[in-house]
């Protein structure tokens, strides 16, 4: 059985991109099964129209709780094996890791411990690092913290602005997000 992968987004979604090519090769071991985001106007759900895949959206609430209670419905609908956060930029609350807690990986563009949040890229600029990367993990209930499943590193150019590290880091993590969803689509064995 091909492992059904739900990708949540908020952006462009080019990670999401990555992984509807890769999930519609002849003989994958997953399947993009249903994109969501909590913005309609997400660039990312043309891209799932525009490869068959169905979406939703799940608007933010004044009301937290309740917006994670029908996030976590709506992802449910999808039966999913795995959900993958892909520049999803809203943090799922109880109700979601309840349900989905170990099947909900993130993407982040940075190398986690270091440099969490929504600025990674920024931050690591800042402290002058001169390597960063990416790290995929299993999302858990505190900001960017969850068990780490793999991580690669990007040289930092002198002339870097968090613009182009940021697109250079973008590109090796499309490749790493394949890799983990692949292998733990393979673990899983669904
Ligand atoms: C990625 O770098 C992800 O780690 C971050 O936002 C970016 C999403 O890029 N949270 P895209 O929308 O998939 O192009």
Redesign the pocket.
């Known amino acids: 059985m091909v492992c059904r992968v739900v990708v949540l987004?908020?952006?462009?979604?080019?990670?999401?991109?990555s992984l509807l090519e890769s999930g519609a090769e002849p003989g994958a071991g997953f399947q993009v099964v249903a994109v969501g985001s909590e913005r309609a106007d997400a660039?990312?759900l043309e891209r799932a129209e525009r490869a068959g895949v169905p979406s939703f959206v799940v608007p933010m609430l004044a009301d937290r709780a309740e917006w994670d209670r029908r996030l976590a419905a709506a992802v449910a609908q999808c039966r999913p094996d795995l959900i993958v956060?892909?520049?999803?930029?809203k943090l799922v609350g109880p109700a979601f890791l309840a349900r989905f807690g170990g099947r909900f990986i993130?993407?982040?563009?940075a190398l986690l411990p270091s440099f969490p949040g929504m600025h990674?890229?920024r931050d690591a600029l800042a402290a002058g690092v001169k390597v960063s990367g990416?790290t995929i993990f299993m999302v858990d209930e505190g900001v960017d913290t969850g068990h780490i499943l793999a991580q690669r590193a990007v040289d930092v150019l002198p002339d870097d602005t968090e613009a182009t590290l940021?697109e250079r880091?973008?590109v090796v993590?499309?490749e790493l997000l394949v890799q983990v969803v692949n292998e733990l689509a393979k673990e899983s064995n669904v």
């Open positions: 987004v908020s952006g462009t979604g080019t990670l999401l991109q660039f990312g956060s892909a520049g999803f930029m993130n993407s982040h563009p990674g890229v990416t940021h880091i973008k993590e499309r």
